[in-house]
């Protein structure tokens, strides 16, 4: 079936991560967030890809180029982004005048349970959770879904949308939806309208991640990498000590005395130690550096950042060409046992998590002994002082 993929989007809640890149090209296990749900489409059945593209739609052009896995791609482009129903519209021109299926392009799909939404028929994804009443909530009567119910304050269901669906070719000419109270043009206003004339499945997904914000990508980090192959295609010391799932890319480098428990992804050209201690699930991007004394745990360093010495670095979410001083130090706890708070768009937020440490935009500069509390922030470029104890976003 045709699908239209939707990575138009600013990624605002995922800043400072997103100020060079879009959201479905953050890197999940060594490949692009979006490549995972369009492989996930691939398997499930996509007979072409329409890929909408907005903000920095150049890098996923670049990135896919006109097919992928041998199904044909085009791109449409959105370039004021007023939601989602419109993101779809501007898909129209490739599009046939068939049932066609919508992925949001900065989601997690299981492939098994997405070959069921693509079976047939109007559908919509949903995933089961246990407090749905700040999701979209489906409205169900017997198997078919009759509406969504934005934030509920009684769901009428466990089952909440998960922003993939099967409609029927009529549904193109329901795109020109009024705007919704938030402002922007909804796709779940064409689902309504496909709910009132058609016989609407739901189809639960076994597992789902929205990745919206950056402990979401750690998130799906960790699912992916439990799912990648080990592999030594660089080259690793015989002093080194490796273990579970790990996979060494072309080029990496692995040096005595380091000992790396998988799952990990060490990128293209990186540099492990010597005497280093990565763990968790991690991934280290293309000639990332992480040196001598230097713990990694659990978190996601980008392509070309270095911890060169003394440092621990978990649960954390380090940006492109990062260079962490010696001796900085992330702290991923709270001692009064709360999970970590962050602050996305001036709100703070719960991270779910009793462990999550920081977040650093690209190119982030910190002095040496430098400690970083959990839950903080950096934008991109900042830098600190030496022995600076940086307890607030900057
Ligand atoms: P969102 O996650 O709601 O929006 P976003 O990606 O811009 O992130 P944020 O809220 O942090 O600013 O979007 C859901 C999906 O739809 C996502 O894949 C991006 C895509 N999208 C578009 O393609 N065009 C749009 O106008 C909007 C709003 C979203």
Redesign the pocket.
Known sequence: MQTV???????????PL?ESR???MLPVAGRPL?EHTVDAAVEAGASRLVI????RGELLRKHFGDSHRGVPIAYEE?S?????A??VAQATPSLDNDPFVV?????LYDPTSLSRLYDGGPAVASYRVDDPASYGVLILDGGQVTGVIEKPEEPPSNLINA?AYVFPEAALGWLDVGESERG??E?TDVLEQACESRAVRSVTMDRWL?V??PWELLEANEWKLDEIDGGEHGEVSSDATLSGRVFVARGAEIREGVTVEGPVYVGPDATIGPNAYVRGATAIGAGAHVGHAVEVKNSVLMAGATAGHLTYVGDSVVGRDVNFGAGTTVANLRHDGEDVRVTV?GDRVSTGRRKFGIVCGDGVKTAIDTSVNAGVVLSEGVTTTPGENVLRDR
């Open positions: 993929v939707l990575a138009a989007g600013k990624g605002t809640r995922m800043r997103t879009p959201k479905p979006v909408v593209v907005g903000y959105q004021t982004q007023r939601g989602t419109d993101a992925l949001n392009g900065d989601s922003g922007e043009l796709l929205d919206g914000r768009k």
